[in-house]
Structure formats: structure tokens, C-alpha cells
């Protein structure tokens, strides 16, 4: 057993509005199985790089171990897969990773393999059979799920169920309940470590935020009736004063030395009044003073909105015997189903049996195809694609070349947790889940029949996710989805397509 201890960790980049750790203090065990939540674009993998050394900071992180990350960089994918192991790691044994990849369900033939040629599942195991091998290492593991089928999820959550020594960057809250056994939490003002898995510390947390939010009503209850008595004190400290010192004290001095203890009975009681209306401004300050304290790691995800347009026919789409073809390739055959209007649809199956190609034949992309698809005519389409790669530049430029509303699109932003800084950080330089919810953002401020979103979650924070859950639960949008996510899918779909 060792411990990483990290004491009063203060980092920001050059440039940067604020910092993105100030005075941050924690201690975790070496042993533990930690799962990293936390919003995008608040420090998660900023956090993993500082362990790693890549960046100064202010504050220390002392521990005995050394670490490895993944998913590690792969300069030429094009080499066959044993040799990409060795580039990695020289002095691997091939008998611990053929170990690790049996436990991984992999046939230890993929090594032999172009990298390239592997599936995203295989390529993700195949990291982290090398990785584990070294056994003594402690693993910074960022989003291995991004592009994982269901079937692979699940055999890769048993996989690291079964090790230790890790900290798992992930978004998907079943995967997470399933191998961790501590939460490492990147709130809003600090970092929290908590025994247990997602759901113990989801379940803490909403516990915690309605005290914080009990406690902030009783705060604004009290701060309000202590300026109300702090008023009244005034009025009447203010009215013994002016005894003292106006027309009565003038009544007192023509009287002479006989009022002198009259004079000096005023002064006591205006003396003992000023010093009460002193302590309860001192007891309103240090009311806020507490109240300001609180709701401080409160993530307050605003409800999401959604416009969609009602079509006449029933059926939009019909899909009968459909089989795919890229050059003399079948991708996929025998698929048949029909999206309803209200219908919420997902395409399930493993990664390449061909839900992205059936997205884009329905899109109008030339495949060549065999069977029957039919789409309702004036079908009005939002697309959501999993690759976005493609957005760069400014979001001005994105707003105009998309002609969408940007008083709408920066709002729906802003309740995806956007700050009014990112709006002007050019978008290839954000992370993975703003990028997501860009995409998202735009789809929601379009008109449509038919949402069609590819694995739209990747990436995105447990907040988000929940956010856009509770929006499809309300307003109930005609929708085709592609989408790894199981506690997602449980709760938004209403008919399954499994490939």
C-alpha cells in the first residue's frame, strides 16, 4: 500500500480567467478503485497530466508510485500491434499481456494485427492489457468507454472490477457502479474523496445539496428578520442620540448640575443601543457570512428546452429487409423496423454491425443498398453526428454558417455549464464533451420530425446527461439514437433495435 498525497495544489494556464485548482488538499490510497467525476472542462484530465509531471504547478504531490495513462499515443497505426506494444513498453513479457487480453476475451492473434485494423473495443483492450501488465504502476485511465458497445462496456467494467490501483475518468454511470470503490469529485470549489461507488456518492450528494438548500432558506429567513431588527435598533439608537445631544439635552444643560445624572442615564442607554444595533449588523455579517458558504458545490443544471414540429403521416420512417453494402462487403442485412411519430428509437449492437451506416443511408448518403427504406415526405431531419472533428474556428462563425438563433444556441450553451469565456475560445480548443455539446446545442434549437443523434453522449458529464434525459422524458421528441450509455438508454427509449 502507498498513498499520493496532494497539499495545497493551485494551478492555472497562461492566459486562463481564473485558476483551476486554488489551495487544494486531498489524500488517496494506491489500492483504491477511484471513479473521477466531475463537469467538462473543469480539470479532470488537467488533474491526471499534473500527476503525470507534464505541467508546474504550485503546492506538492508526493507519492512512491509512478504512473501510466490512458489511452497512451500511438504515432503510426498502421504497424502491426505487437510492435506498437513494444514502442510502449520494452520490457513487457508477452506471457502477462496474452494473460491480460484472455482475461480481456481478446485472442492474443490481434497482436499480429495492423493496429489500424482493429476494432475500437480491441484497441481499447489491447491498452489496457499493456498497461495492467506492469502491475506495480497506478493507472490514470481517461474515458475508455468514448465509442465502446454495450457488450464491450460490460466486459471491460468486469475487467477492471477484478484490479485496483487505478483512477477512472467516466461518464457512465452503470460502469462506474459496476468496478470502483471510491469517488474522487472535482466539484465546483474543491475536491472531495468519498468511499463507494456512483450511485453512494450521487446519493450523498443530493442529500448534501437539500441540506445546503434547507439551510440557505432558513439563512435568507434569518438574514431578513435581522435587518429588520437591525433597522429598528437604528431608529431607536438614533432617536436616544438625538436626546443626548439635541433640544432635550438643551432642556438638561438649563436646568444645570441637578441633570447631571439625567444627562449621564442618556448617554449610558444611547451608549448600550448603538452597541446592540452593533452586534446584530456583527450577527447579519457573519448570516451571510455562513450563507456564503453554502450552495458553493450546487450544480444547478437548468431545465433544457425543445421546439418539434408535428408530421401528418404516422410512419416516418420504414425500414424492410434492409442489407448494406460498401463495395462487396455486406456491413448488414435482414434489419426491418418503423419509427413512429413519439417513437424513440436505438439501434444496439456491436461496434460495426452497421447503425452508423443505416443513420447515414437514411440521411441520403449514397450506399448501395438491397431491401426497402421508406421516408415520409417533407421529413425535416437534425442530425447529431459522433465525430466532431469538423468544428473549429470561432462559434460566431458556426452560428452563422448553421443559421441558428444565437440568442437561443448561447443560452442552451450556458445551461450545458458553458461559461461566457468559452464562447470566445476558438472550438478546437475545447474538450471532448464541449464539443459534444455544441452539436447537441444545435440540434436542440432546430425545428424537427426526426432527431437522429449518433452516440451523442460521448464524453459528456453525469450533469449533462441527466439534464438531456429529463428533456427527452418531457417533451418526448420523435427520435433514432445510437447510444452505448445503458442507464441512458433505460430511461429515454421506447423501442429497441437490436442488430
Known amino acids: 500500500m502507498s498513498l499520493i498525497n496532494v497539499s495545497g495544489l493551485t494551478f492555472y494556464y497562461d492566459g486562463s480567467y481564473d485558476n483551476i485548482f486554488e489551495d487544494v488538499s486531498f489524500q488517496i490510497d494506491t489500492n483504491w478503485k477511484l471513479g473521477f467525476i466531475g463537469r467538462n472542462g473543469k480539470g ?7 500527476l503525470l509531471g507534464k505541467y508546474e504547478y504550485k503546492g506538492t504531490i508526493s507519492t512512491s508510485v509512478e504512473f501510466d495513462y490512458f489511452p497512451f499515443q500511438i504515432k503510426d497505426k498502421d504497424k502491426n500491434t505487437i510492435d506498437i506494444v513494444e514502442e510502449v513498453y520494452p520490457e513487457y513479457e508477452f506471457w502477462k499481456i496474452c494473460r491480460e487480453l484472455n482475461l480481456l476475451n481478446v485472442d492474443a492473434d490481434v497482436l499480429y494485427r495492423s493496429f489500424e485494423t482493429l476494432s475500437n473495443g480491441e484497441q481499447t483492450k489491447v491498452m489496457l492489457a499493456v498497461l495492467f501488465s506492469k502491475e506495480n504502476n497506478f493507472l ?8 465502446l458497445d454495450m457488450e464491450t462496456r460490460i466486459l471491460v467494467k468486469d475487467y477492471l472490477n477484478k484490479k485496483k490501483g487505478f483512477i477512472l475518468v467516466s461518464h457512465d454511470r452503470s460502469f462506474l457502479d459496476g468496478c470502483i470503490d471510491h469517488v474522487l469529485s472535482l466539484n465546483k470549489c474543491n475536491i472531495e474523496v468519498m468511499q ?10 443530493q442529500r448534501q445539496d437539500a441540506y445546503e438548500l434547507a439551510e440557505n432558506e432558513k439563512l435568507k429567513k434569518d438574514i431578513k428578520r435581522l435587518e429588520k431588527a437591525a433597522k429598528q435598533s437604528k431608529e431607536w439608537a438614533d432617536k436616544v442620540e438625538s436626546t443626548k445631544i439635541g433640544k432635550g439635552a438643551q432642556k438638561l444643560r438649563d436646568k444645570g448640575d441637578a441633570c447631571i445624572d439625567s444627562r449621564a442615564y442618556i448617554g449610558e442607554k444611547s451608549r448600550r443601543m448603538q452597541q446592540r444595533r452593533k452586534n446584530l449588523e456583527n450577527r447579519q455579517e457573519k448570516a ?92 425535416k431531419i437534425s442530425y447529431v453526428n459522433q465525430d466532431t472533428s469538423s468544428l473549429k474556428g470561432n462559434l ?26 468559452q464562447f470566445e475560445k476558438k472550438m478546437e480548443d475545447y474538450s471532448g464533451g464541449q464539443k459534444k ?19 451523442p453522449l460521448n464524453f459528456i458529464d453525469v450533469f449533462s446527461r441527466m439534464q438531456i434525459e429529463k428533456l427527452i422524458e418531457e417533451f418526448k421528441p420523435t427520435m433514432l439514437i445510437v447510444e452505448h450509455d445503458k442507464s441512458f438508454v433505460d430511461k429515454v427509449v421506447t423501442k429497441n433495435i437490436c442488430m
Open 396 to 421: 460566431k462563425k458556426f452560428i452563422v454558417e448553421n443559421d441558428l438563433d444565437e440568442s437561443l444556441f448561447k443560452a442552451l450553451l450556458r445551461k450545458l455549464d458553458f461559461s461566457r469565456e
Open 196 to 205: 463507494g461507488n456512483f450511485s453512494t456518492w450521487w446519493e450523498n450528494k
Open 140 to 147: 490514470l485511465i481517461d474515458e475508455p468507454t468514448n465509442h
Open 288 to 379: 451571510i457570512e455562513e450563507k456564503s458558504g453554502l450552495l458553493k458545490n450546487i450544480d444547478s443544471a437548468e431545465n433544457l428546452k425543445i421546439i418539434t414540429l408535428n408530421h401528418h403521416k404516422q410512419a416516418l420512417v420504414t425500414v424492410e429487409n434492409l442489407a448494406l453494402f460498401y463495395d462487396d462487403k455486406c456491413v448488414c442485412k435482414n434489419i426491418n423496423f418503423t419509427i413512429n411519430n413519439g417513437d424513440r428509437v436505438v439501434l444496439s449492437g456491436r461496434n460495426g454491425c452497421g447503425k452508423s451506416s443505416i443513420i447515414k443511408k437514411i440521411l441520403g448518403n449514397e450506399i448501395r443498398f438491397e431491401g426497402k427504406i421508406e421516408i415520409a415526405s417533407g421529413l
Open 437 to 455: 455539446k455544441v452539436l447537441i446545442a444545435k440540434s436542440l434549437c432546430e425545428q424537427a420530425h426526426l432527431y437522429i443523434w449518433d452516440e
Open 44 to 50: 479532470k484530465t488537467t488533474f491526471l497530466n499534473l
